[in-house]
């Protein structure tokens, strides 16, 4: 199971720190992603981790913005977001999956969504 938390509110150009909470033992044999999705639109690839922190991978519009890491020793996992823009809106979703790659649909884990706004 996995529990995404810290959206909310904030002006262009701040700053918020995303965390996933995974239950269960096996987390650290997962790969890790983080996705987001606007009303109308379909579920975007916003980065994703190996299953040992060694390998990320990140969308063109975040790369250098947008940081995530990984804590298995507490199966936690994070997604720092700087610089943030009015089109960075959207629901925040973690997920996990056994093989490494940026597609939604081949992610079978989901957590539930946390709302990030930014204001202009």
């Known amino acids: 199971q996995l529990q995404a938390s810290g959206g909310g509110l904030v002006q262009a150009g701040g700053s918020l720190r995303l965390s996933c909470a995974a239950s269960?033992?096996?987390?650290?044999?997962?790969?890790m992603g983080w996705f987001r999705q606007t009303p109308g639109k379909e579920r975007e690839f916003v980065a994703a981790?190996?299953?040992?922190?060694?390998?990320?991978s990140y969308a063109d519009s975040v790369k250098g913005r947008f940081t995530i890491s990984r804590d298995n020793a507490n199966n936690m996992a994070y997604l720092q977001m700087n610089s943030l823009k009015p089109e960075d809106t959207a629901v925040y979703y973690c997920?996990?999956?056994?093989?490494?790659?940026?597609?939604?649909?081949?992610?079978?884990?989901w957590g539930q969504g946390t709302l990030v706004t930014v204001s202009s």
């Open positions: 269960g033992r096996t987390f650290s044999s997962y790969h």
């Open positions: 997920a996990v999956t056994t093989f490494y790659n940026s597609d939604p649909l081949r992610y079978r884990y």
């Open positions: 981790i190996n299953y040992n922190g060694g390998t990320t």
